[in-house]
Nanobody, 125 residues
Framework: EVQLVESGGALVQAGGSLRLSCATSGFSYDDYAVGWFRQAPGKEREGVACISSGHGDTYYADSVKGRFTISGGGAQNTAYLRMNSLKPEDSAVYYC??????????????????WGQGTQVTVSS
């Protein structure tokens, strides 16, 4: 069973830093991409950062590029999101996501997505 549990959200002043953690179990980082999404009140959930399955290539939303760093996998099976130079507009509930493509008889069948419960990040000005 795939499980993701986020932690590390907090209230922080603008310009500060936080590190979010996502404890994962039930899958391999070789087979699943792991990403961080966020959702602010009244806004749609948006992708923030992602680490690909296998090679572990990383991707970032333009709004966080240069400030956030995603990492994950390893023996601890934990994904992290290091957030520096935080801005009030970074305030949101942050969710960890694991994504894969399920194959059937060797052919792509359907995507599978798993989500954590979210952790609140609030950046005060």
């Amino acid at each position: 069973e795939v499980q993701l549990v986020e932690s590390g959200g907090a209230l922080v002043q603008a310009g500060g830093s936080l590190r979010l953690s996502c404890a994962t179990s039930g899958f391999s980082y070789d087979d699943y991409a792991v990403g961080w999404f966020r959702q602010a009140p009244g806004k749609e959930r948006e992708g923030v950062a992602c680490i690909s399955s296998g090679h572990g290539d990383t991707y970032y939303a333009d709004s966080v590029k240069g400030r956030f760093t995603i990492s994950g996998g390893g023996a601890q099976n934990t994904a992290y999101l290091r957030m520096n130079s935080l801005k009030p507009e970074d305030s949101a509930v942050y969710y960890c996501n694991a994504h894969t493509l399920i194959l059937k008889k060797g052919m792509p069948y359907k995507p599978a997505d798993y989500w954590g419960q979210g952790t609140q990040v609030t950046v005060s000005s």
